[in-house]
């Protein structure tokens, strides 16, 4: 039986999130793979963090690097064998950190077993996806794939269309027919028999769809844009997670975090309210989409304190009574924060902390991406050939082989928004390739790499890597962080992030200065002892306060 205690065991933890192929290569393959995860985990342990999320390493062909699983239930020989799972998993727990499973249950690959019987014409497993006839010899209708195009991919042998919300190796399950819902209760129980403590759970928000398969009007001129409001946080994704919570999450006491794009704080609190058994907590994706025009992240707007801000505190109001939210400033499919909030150059160190200094003080769990400890930025590449993701493929494509456009202006695009940005290897050191992997790597490494790495942070008692390790154990020691209630101030200063967390009379601030320019705010009323601080000198702080250029602290009240 599952102690009262125990229950709610992932509810003040930190989690470090792990892209397996660009984490550390132990064979020297070029890949990095499970067995590099296993050496590292001192490292990861030692960042006070609870536990680790690992992307997927299950059979694929890797169209999406993982996110396109050909089975379920075995490892993809690039990452490993499911017993160096098996072992990661149990080492996990013996120095103390959770395990947390990335689980793709939207899609599969088109090189699944059930794909590959569905387009050999099995009824059955036809009906395991969605396969449409043709409208007017045109597609069923004019959705749009997330990564670009039309959703939905013809079959000549079949002469019918197949539905794919990602890339056309991945083909939507039909989440209708009660046996595909059996078949992934199954998988997930026989992981959790296996010792995994939870899933986050990829795209999950997108498994009801629309049986109607209207048209949209033009596509991003809606309001949800690309066709989403029929894929999108429609009502049966409410019965899924109930019915998984009632099958597996609870009986193997499980957390569970949920991608959740598209949604509203109504939505975002059905899922994750106390009382409303179904997910733990959600990722919300406008979090990061504020420095874009709506659904485009290829059309960057200039980064702005206040958008940034106005985003972050509406969560926290909207989920102040209820439900409860991933706090991430970086993951897999977003550029490096600390190229995006703040200066990547002469300030970078100070941005890498001000940015976690901002977001892991506030309620909710934080999620901090692989590199990110470290102050990895955005990718220096000069040729398409650098890049490896699908979606940067889709739109050079697009954009530069169909319509013509500057070659140079679309790599610089790449450079700053692509998702390849978060996944260039790990820069571990100032050996060749960072000391990622012994041979090709599979990415090429970041040229920052002789001074960005973790031995170079290592040595530095001042490091981004410090900071973290300081600010996730500042974190776990206030309650006022992990319980309070958040209230913005000085909001008059637009270029300035701070805030103040309260919990039976335990007041903590946050003040996070993201100009280049001194700026005085006025603290809340009463003396404030530092805890944290990015220019390592202030102890105390009282009164108006002169924050220096992109200053951030934390402090709590001490009169
Ligand atoms: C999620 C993943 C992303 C993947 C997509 C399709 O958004 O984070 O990397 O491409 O789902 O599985």
Redesign the pocket.
Known sequence: MILEKEKNWWQNISVYQIYPKSFYDSNGDGYGDINGIREKLPYIKSLGVDAVWV??FFKSPQA??G??VADYCSTDPIFGRTEDVLALIDECHNIGLKFIM?F?G??TSDEHEWFQKALAGDEKYMEYYYFRDGKNGKEPCNWAS??GGSAWEYVPSLDKYYLH???KK?PDLNWNNKEVVDEIISVMKWWAEKGVDGFRL??FNYLDKDLSFPDVEVPGGEKYGFGSRHYACRPLVNDHYRRLNREVFEPYNLMTVA?V?YAGADTVREYTGKDRREINMAYMFDMLDFDQEMFDKFSPLPFNAKAFRDCIFNWQKELSDDGRMALFIS???QPRSVSRFGNDGEYREKCAMMNANTMYMLSGTPYIFEGEEIGMTNLDYTDISDFRD??VFNVYEEKVIKKGEPKEKWISLFNRRS?DNGRSPMQWNSNENSGFTKGEPWMRVNGNYKTINVENCEKDEKSVLNFYRKLLSVRKSLKSIQYGKTTPFALENEGCICYLREYEGEITVSVNNFTDKNTAISLPKGRFEVLLSNYFDKTSAEGEITLRPYESITAVRTK
Do not use: G, S
């Open positions: 992307c997927p999406d690097n996110y396109d990335d793709v939207n899609h997330v990564f919300t990602f890339h991945q990829d795209a991608e794009a993951n897999h499919d699908v979606e998702r």
